[in-house]
């Protein structure tokens, strides 16, 4: 084999990949293979690095020099620059929004200083599509570990005393859960990975089984040998075309290996995985709604207890992990449980990925120690707010949690802090908002969200969320009463009291948290009329573009309640507190002048 | 017999969706996975093909319609060439998808779930498909569109129009 000096490794995630770094992987390869490189330079497909805002996205080693926004356009010089002649192309590196100097090398960047990568370890290092790679990296030591030096009890008291955490939002103990499905007799058990990535904004789940699919088939495997099972299945969306396919890849690669299939290590453990689809369902994330979508029915939740441990997939015990929990195993395996432990808060270990999408600089993946505050994961690694704008809200856990202020942005992050202050860590949906966003539009959002999501089956979520959706349209269109408020606080109360299962009882969070935190924005819809941030367009008032008028006074003559005040010749001004929007100076301006709402 | 059977390659494509069922290990719980190569051939789930699956796989008809009801993913409806899916997830809804949404809908004259007249687009809107990196996004049939602005909407359909060479 000859030797290869450089690698190129170019960003496989579904973000790169629509703006066509597929092509520029071929176009790599056959440029370079015109020049004569093919033997000593190689191309690589990986996965998710994470800086999603900033793709399509390059790293050529072992120079680790990182390219950011690249095009097809750009291949030519990279090839002759900086992979010929050795010179870094300095306009395709990422310049540091503050001080616009170019850093070449990505552990320079504020987006990745104050990240700890576990669950993403591998994302963007490796060949997603090669298991050999995964291998390189230590991938499956954590199986042999487990399946030659440890018993099931010993895996299970690793990962009890690692204290690791649910990762898809519940934030149940992962060790208590497979000591529960380990110890009811049966002559069969199941490991369900649940990949169903419901939440609104989350796409980390994805992303880990874009780039780093062994990780979670080495840890099912762990699982299945922890509790019992020879069996395990991924419920997966149908929306997520390239990690299925990429999962298919590792499955296979991993069967010839021999690490998954009959007596693996000679250990005589057997296991094998099939995949299943979901269809579109976000209750399926709720663990009983989802093994009655694995065994081919509507996705509805059941009553609680018999909890899956006991009775779940084919009325056997079952356990149910997500994706990112699942990729936190091997590491735990290999390194111990006290190095996972001595990671993040008192209660809340390790680590957490969080999806940053939103009014921010920097879109993207990121994986920090628990206990980091929301202010370090804004400003420091998020660059801080869009065009300078003054920041509002975050909204984490999706339509089941709440939004946090800037009052609580010191607040370090873990699943109890998360709770105290009204909100939930969810799966980590991190939606940035600023002050052009409307706080009850977002609380109609979600709520339209969860009625339209709600699978039906029981009365408060089925009815309520949808009665709860109506009040919220009544007051975004300037029509809602202060009686609304009361409503919508009592029936929120009932809900969370009442639903069957967790997508009801956590559906009245967005409002009940913006009620409470930007009770002045329901006030201003109510008694003004107005919306503050006017991005609700029932109350938004017409306005006049300054640099269109000339002010002709067209406007202000026909105007019914004479709120348009200027001089003529000068610029015309339309007194929104007065204006009752009926739209006669939109209709008489034959400038252009008045902007309708 | 609905148009699908009518449908030149019909045999074909129920020979093909017969040999994925045999396939299966066990009928009922193969429901999901059946529908979802049923539309993948068909491009949709009219009543018929419902029924269709319903007696290869033993199970009640009423069990596969409560199922094509119960998910998103489904479509009863034929759609046009060009599936328009309109992301709208919190993070496209906070950059603006709305008025994504109206331009295309103005500029094709159909309204959400619709499909145009001549049969090449439906309009569709879709829960979050994960690419928040790029909101606002819109994805027809395989191709991504990120950051996608009310401007860009006549020139995307125009983009669509010029591969069908219409």
């Known amino acids: 084999m000859a030797t290869q000096r450089t690698h190129i490794m170019v960003c496989g995630g579904t973000g790169c990949v629509s703006s066509g770094s597929l092509d520029m992987v071929d176009s790599f390869k056959a440029k370079l293979t015109e020049k004569g490189y093919q033997d000593e330079i190689t191309v690589i497909k990986t996965g998710c690095?994470?800086?999603?805002?900033?793709?399509?996205?390059?790293?050529?080693?072992?120079?680790?020099?990182?390219?950011?926004?690249?095009?097809?356009?750009?291949?030519?010089?990279?090839?002759?620059?900086?992979?010929?002649?050795?010179?870094?192309?300095?306009?395709?590196?990422?310049?540091?929004?503050?001080?616009?100097?170019?850093?070449?090398?990505?552990?320079?960047?504020?987006?990745?200083?104050?990240?700890?990568?576990?669950?993403?370890?591998?994302?963007?290092?490796?060949?997603?599509?090669?298991?050999?790679?995964?291998?390189?990296?230590?991938?499956?030591?954590?199986?042999?570990?487990?399946?030659?030096?440890?018993?099931?009890?010993?895996?299970?008291?690793?990962?009890?005393?690692?204290?690791?955490?649910?990762?898809?939002?519940?934030?149940?103990?992962?060790?208590?859960?497979?000591?529960?499905?380990?110890?009811?007799?049966?002559?069969?058990?199941?490991?369900?990975?649940?990949?169903?990535?419901?939440?609104?904004?989350?796409?980390?789940?994805?992303?880990?089984?874009?780039?780093?699919?062994?990780?979670?088939?080495?840890?099912?495997?762990?699982?299945?040998?922890?509790?019992?099972?020879?069996?395990?299945?991924?419920?997966?969306?149908?929306?997520?075309?390239?990690?299925?396919?990429?999962?298919?890849?590792?499955?296979?690669?991993?069967?010839?290996?021999?690490?998954?299939?009959?007596?693996?290590?000679?250990?005589?453990?057997?296991?094998?995985?099939?995949?299943?689809?979901g269809a579109g369902a976000f209750v399926c994330g709720e663990e009983t709604a989802l093994i009655h979508s694995v065994e081919g029915s509507r996705g509805e939740p059941t009553k609680k207890p018999p909890f899956p441990s006991i009775e779940g997939y084919h009325k056997k015990p079952t356990s149910v992990n997500n994706v990112e929990t699942l990729a936190n195993i091997p590491p735990i395996i290999t390194k111990g449980a006290e190095w996972f432990h001595a990671i993040g808060t008192e209660k809340s270990k390790g680590t957490k990925v969080f999806a940053l999408a939103g009014k921010i600089n920097n879109v993207g993946l990121v994986e920090v120690p628990m206990g980091t505050t929301l202010r370090e994961i804004i400003y420091d690694i998020g660059g801080g707010i869009i065009g300078g704008k003054a920041f509002k809200a975050v909204q984490t856990g999706g339509p089941s949690g709440g939004v946090i202020t800037t009052a609580d942005l010191d607040t370090p992050i873990d699943y109890e802090s998360l709770r105290a202050i009204g909100s939930m860590m969810g799966s980590g949906g991190m939606i940035v908002m600023d002050e052009d966003d409307c706080m009850v539009n977002i609380a109609k959002f979600y709520l339209d969200f969860t009625q339209d999501e709600s699978c039906g089956k029981c009365t408060p979520c089925r009815l309520g969320t949808k009665r709860m959706f109506e009040m919220l349209e009544k007051i975004t269109e300037g029509k809602g009463t202060m009686e609304d408020i009361e409503k919508l606080r009592s029936l929120g109360h009932a809900i969370k009291d009442s639903a069957l299962c967790g997508l009801g009882q956590t559906a009245p969070n967005p409002v009940l948290s913006t009620l409470d935190y930007f009770y002045d924005e329901y006030l201003a819809h109510i008694v003004d009329k107005k919306c503050p941030a006017g991005a609700c367009k029932a109350l938004a008032k017409y306005k006049i573009d300054p640099v269109k008028c000339i002010g002709c006074s067209a406007c202000a003559r026909v105007c019914p309640v004479s709120c348009i005040d200027g001089k003529p010749k000068g610029k015309y001004v339309i007194n929104e507190d007065e204006c009752i929007s009926c739209g006669a100076c939109f209709t008489a301006c034959r400038f252009d002048a008045v902007i309708k709402p | 017999m609905s148009e699908v059977f009518e449908f030149d390659k019909a045999t074909e494509k129920l020979k093909l969706l017969d040999a994925f069922i045999e396939t299966q290990p066990t009928k009922e719980e193969a429901v999901i996975s059946v529908l979802h190569k049923a539309q993948s051939l068909f491009g949709y789930l009219p009543p018929d093909l419902q029924l269709y699956v319903a007696r290869k796989l033993d199970v009640p008809a009423a069990k596969v319609y409560g199922v094509v009801s119960f998910y998103s993913f489904f479509s009863e409806e034929k759609r046009g060439?060009?599936?328009?899916?309109?992301?709208?997830?919190?993070?496209?809804?906070?950059?603006?998808?709305?008025?994504v949404m109206s331009e295309f809908s103005n500029q094709l004259g159909i309204k959400n779930k619709e499909t145009t007249a001549d049969g090449l687009f439906t309009l569709n809107d879709v829960r979050c498909i994960g690419a928040c990196g790029l909101a606002p996004v819109v994805m027809i049939n395989d191709k991504v569109y990120g950051h996608v602005k009310a401007e860009d909407v006549g020139q995307i359909i125009m983009d669509c129009k010029e591969q069908k060479g219409v």
Not at chain 1, 69 to 82: C, R, S
Not at chain 1, 141 to 163: H, N, W
Not at chain 1, 183 to 197: F, G, T
């Open chain 1, 49 to 277: 690095f994470g800086f999603c805002g900033q793709g399509p996205i390059i790293k050529i080693h072992p120079d680790n020099v990182f390219y950011v926004q690249v095009g097809l356009n750009d291949i030519d010089e990279i090839i002759d620059e900086h992979i010929i002649k050795g010179r870094t192309v300095s306009r395709l590196l990422y310049k540091e929004p503050e001080t616009h100097r170019p850093l070449p090398k990505h552990e320079d960047m504020s987006f990745y200083k104050k990240q700890y990568r576990i669950a993403l370890r591998n994302c963007g290092l490796i060949n997603p599509e090669d298991i050999n790679e995964y291998i390189a990296f230590g991938g499956y030591e954590a199986l042999g570990m487990a399946l030659t030096e440890y018993t099931p009890e010993k895996v299970i008291d690793i990962v009890k005393a690692s204290g690791l955490r649910g990762r898809g939002g519940g934030g149940f103990s992962t060790g208590l859960k497979w000591e529960y499905t380990r110890k009811p007799a049966s002559d069969q058990k199941y490991v369900i990975c649940n990949a169903d990535e419901g939440d609104p904004g989350a796409f980390m789940d994805r992303s880990i089984l874009e780039g780093d699919p062994h990780s979670v088939i080495e840890a099912m495997t762990i699982a299945g040998y922890a509790i019992g099972a020879s069996v395990g299945v991924v419920y997966i969306r149908a929306e997520y075309p390239l990690a299925i396919k990429r999962l298919e890849v590792a499955l296979d690669q991993a069967r010839e290996f021999g690490l998954l299939g009959k007596n693996i290590f000679e250990s005589g453990f057997s296991f094998d995985i099939i995949i299943k689809l």
């Open chain 2, 81 to 99: 060439d060009f599936t328009i899916n309109i992301c709208m997830g919190t993070a496209c809804f906070v950059k603006g998808i709305d008025k």
